[in-house]
T-cell receptor, first 120, second 113 residues
Framework: EPEVTQTPSHQVTQMGQEVILRCVPI?????FYWYRQILGQKVEFLVS????????KSEIFDDQFSVERPDGSNFTLKIRSTKLEDSAMYFC??????????????????FGEGSRLTVL | LAKTTQPISMDSYEGQEVNITCSHNNIATNDYITWYQQFPSQGPRFIIQGYKTKVTNEVASLFIPADRKSSTLSLPRVSLSDTAVYYC??????????????FGSGTRLSIRP
């Protein structure tokens, strides 16, 4: 079964450093997302990406965050200058199979296993 | 955005049927109800989605009364591996509305032998 893969599984960084989290969405999906979950808290939407541009973003997704699809398979989240409060699990997700009509699409999100970011 | 309310936690035993109810009093006409399951240190996983009445798949059933102000996820004959957090989400279907679909606190289900 196709799945979303994320790397690294765990990254430890110093405050102020730049971090790039990588994701390979399911190949025939059209929408890509990043969510984060601070330990013990809710899953929070960060950003969605469609047709090579940001479709929606939350208030959390400020200027320190950026997303990119540098090639046909990878989808990355960059955090420019990490802060202590950026420590969280970051989940990539994809949705909208290319071969499923819009009217039939449940909007099911397929999540990866997550990348745990620890900022010291 | 429709707000959802679920029990914080539930306990049950292997082999029992578990019903988790979610309240969503201000659900909009075009909103669907979707349930996800999350194991520790893993991403959420889609379980089931419905609009009204009853939906069943190989994993669960979803019961939605006529007023759609609540819904019940039913897990038949649970096992230890069903121990997880279950989220009830309400929002428009489709991939373009992710920002409108809110993961709440979920229900932490613990299954005992």
């Amino acid at each position: 079964e196709p799945e979303v893969t994320q790397t690294p599984s765990h990254q430890v960084t110093q405050m102020g450093q730049e971090v790039i989290l990588r994701c390979v969405p399911i190949s025939n999906h059209l929408y890509f997302y990043w969510y984060r979950q601070i330990l013990g808290q809710k899953v929070e939407f960060l950003v969605s990406f469609y047709n090579n541009e940001i479709s929606e973003k939350s208030e959390i997704f400020d200027d320190q965050f950026s997303v990119e699809r540098p090639d046909g398979s990878n989808f990355t989240l960059k955090i420019r200058s990490t802060k202590l409060e950026d420590s969280a699990m970051y989940f990539c997700a994809s949705s909208a199979p290319r071969d499923v009509a819009y009217s039939s699409n449940t909007g099911e999100l397929f999540f990866g296993e997550g990348s745990r970011l620890t900022v010291l | 955005l429709a707000k959802t309310t679920q029990p914080i936690s539930m306990d049950s035993y292997e082999g029992q049927e578990v019903n988790i109810t979610c309240s969503h009093n201000n659900i909009a006409t075009n909103d669907y109800i979707t349930w996800y399951q999350q194991f520790p240190s893993q991403g959420p996983r889609f379980i089931i989605q419905g609009y009204k009445t009853k939906v069943t798949n190989e994993v669960a059933s979803l019961f939605i009364p006529a007023d759609r102000k609540s819904s019940t996820l039913s897990l038949p004959r649970v096992s230890l591996s069903d121990t997880a957090v279950y989220y009830c989400l309400v929002g428009p279907p489709g991939y373009s509305s992710a920002s409108k679909i809110i993961f709440g606190s979920g229900t932490r289900l613990s299954i005992r032998p």
